[in-house]
T-cell receptor, first 114, second 111 residues
């Protein structure tokens, strides 16, 4: 079974500061890991994903995440926050079976302070 | 190229009623998954359709059912609505087990 824990339901950073959103996963099989962003009243947009290979994954809008198997983590970072980054962020895990359904965390709301 | 589309955008129903939500997948996609996102929560997997068959199902009661048509579009039906069914319902499409693309969702309010 797969599950995701996102530490911190709310994170506030100043504009230009480092963004760090934490995600730990549990999976009995090698996982696929994802970060999605959701703006108010909208669906989910994929930021980045890890399947196999390089453990440092770069995504859209300057975000990146590192898969650390030993820590079962997949934290999301961005060196410099922008006002437009304010949104809800979801970490998700799937297994590698044919169904590929996603298991989501409860989300982290990012606020960027000008 | 249109992405995933869902209809309607918003819906208000009364307890005990039935509702049908619709989803058109992204062009070239053959697999449709449905998720329920309650307020303040992450999306929860309801079920997935492929080749007009339900391939996998999450932990949802039989009141939740679905259908996939030959053109790959899909419907989600919920019978005997409960107040707790109020949520954003998200449809996602993919080509096989590739990356899922999400639609904007249908917000269902049950009163």
């Amino acid at each position: 079974a797969q599950s995701v824990t996102q530490l911190g339901s709310h994170v506030s950073v100043s504009e230009g500061a480092l963004v760090l959103l934490r995600c730990n996963y549990s999976s009995s099989v090698p996982p696929y890991l994802f970060w999605y962003v959701q703006y108010p009243n909208q669906g989910l947009q994929l930021l980045l994903k890890y399947t196999t290979g390089a453990t440092l994954v770069k995504g859209i809008n300057g975000f990146e995440a590192e898969f650390k198997k030993s820590e079962t983590s997949f934290h999301l970072t961005k060196p410099s926050a922008h006002m437009s980054d304010a949104a809800e962020y979801f970490c998700a895990v799937s297994d590698q079976t044919g169904a590929n359904n996603l298991f989501f965390g409860t989300g982290t709301r990012l606020t960027v302070i000008p | 190229d249109a992405g995933v589309t869902q209809s309607p955008t918003h819906l208000i129903k009364t307890r005990g009623q039935q509702v049908t939500l619709r989803c058109s997948p992204k062009s070239g996609h053959d697999t449709v998954s449905w998720y329920q996102q309650a307020l303040g929560q992450g999306p929860q997997f309801i079920f997935q359709y492929y080749e007009e068959e339900e391939r996998q199902r999450g932990n949802f009661p039989d009141r939740f059912s679905g259908h996939q048509f030959p053109n790959y579009s899909s419907e989600l039906n919920v019978n005997a609505l409960l107040l707790g069914d109020s949520a954003l319902y998200l449809c996602a499409s993919s080509w096989g087990t590739s990356e899922q693309y999400f639609g904007p969702g249908t917000r269902l309010t049950v009163t």
